[in-house]
């Protein structure tokens, strides 16, 4: 197995394709791209007289998404999240500034989303066929189900305490396929700013971070796919610009059996996959990383629960839901704002 975190790919669309081949008078247009997480990232940012080594830049880049691997993959044998899944049951372990800034991310979506964001669903991913291990997707065995649930469930397998984490059952791990790529953006972000760029996309597999404004002097303009399997089209376009934004879908990765599909994407209360009308949901928020989580967390809510939650919560969430062989869209309050005023 390779020493990369490795990620389903969500879908994006950038609608600024024509804009890039020009410039400006006084901008220029960078782009960087390459292999990371499993998957691959993607930069465009707009510069405006600075001078940049564009090496130098590349380099930083690869830098951050390298030290984010080595802290986070569940793939590499020696990083750190790899070592305290490692850990004794009951041994407290020091988590690093960037690990802990994580797991407060997770543990704060995972409270505000009913439990159903949860970094230690792993178990239940492996046993239904998605994981790492090349299993045939398959209907478990409800036997095999409840003994999974006994090493799944955030709030019952692990206690967090600042920077301190402790296993508190046998068999319990962390995976961080749902919020680690969210997390490299913003690192690559960060490595933007820090070279006095302020007009950029940054995208890893789906999940993204746009700020300032486009090379055509408007906001980030990203397309929402068509929620339907096999197939590449535009349902809707989102002005963004200073926010992170993830989609997360059950048209990418399933199985079908019986007529029933069961798609990757797991209800840790229920330890089995969504069965909801719900197949597409899109966040907005103030970073890439919390953007990342609260996707999936929307979409294991489904409309009904999630815009509930999205309301209390102030977030920004588009559902797409199945109506026979259409599909209905349905905002929240804050999401409906934003792009009023984009």
């Not at 890893?204 to 929620?227: R, V």
């Not at 990418?252 to 209360?269: C, K, L, T, V, W």
Request: proline share 3%; hydrophobic share 45%.
């Amino acid at each position: 197995m390779s020493g990369t975190m490795k990620f389903t790919r969500r879908s994006f669309l950038i609608m600024t394709t024509a804009a890039l081949a020009a410039c400006k008078p006084g901008q220029e247009i960078l782009k960087f791209s390459g292999d990371t997480m499993g998957t691959r990232y993607n930069v465009v940012a707009v510069s405006s007289g600075q001078k940049l080594d564009r090496d130098a830049l590349q380099g930083a880049i690869d830098a951050a998404l390298a030290e984010v691997d080595t802290q986070m993959s569940n793939w590499n044998a020696g990083s750190e999240i790899s070592r305290i899944n490692a850990a004794a049951t009951g041994e407290a372990q020091r988590l690093s500034p960037a690990l802990a800034h994580v797991m407060a991310g997770a543990q704060s979506v995972h409270q505000a989303s009913d439990g159903r964001f949860d970094v230690t669903v792993g178990p239940l991913i492996d046993l239904w066929g998605f994981g790492a291990d090349g299993a045939m997707p398959h209907i478990p065995a409800d036997a095999d189900i409840a003994d999974a649930m006994t090493r799944a469930g955030q709030s019952d397998v692990l206690a967090i305490s600042g920077d301190t984490l402790t296993k508190t059952a046998p068999g319990a791990g962390i995976y961080l396929a749902a919020i680690g790529k969210g997390y490299g953006v913003d690192r690559v972000a960060d490595t933007l700013r820090a070279h006095g760029l302020k007009d950029f996309m940054v995208e890893i597999g789906g999940d993204l971070y746009t700020a300032g404004l486009n090379p055509e002097g408007m906001s980030w303009q990203i397309g929402i796919e068509t929620p339907v399997a096999g197939q590449r089209g535009l349902y809707d376009v989102v002005n963004v610009s200073g926010l992170g934004m993830a989609t997360s879908g059950d048209y990418r990765n399933f199985f079908e059996d019986a007529g029933q599909r069961y798609s990757h994407i797991i209800d840790p209360a229920r330890g089995r996959p969504i069965l909801h009308d719900t197949v597409s949901a899109t966040v907005l928020t103030e970073d890439a990383m919390l953007a990342d989580a609260w996707a999936t967390a929307m979409l294991v809510l489904g409309r009904e629960r999630g815009l509930e939650i999205a309301e209390a919560n102030d977030l920004a969430v588009v559902f797409i839901d199945r109506a026979g062989d259409a599909f209905v869209t349905a905002q929240s309050s804050r999401y409906a704002a934003l792009q009023a005023t984009a």
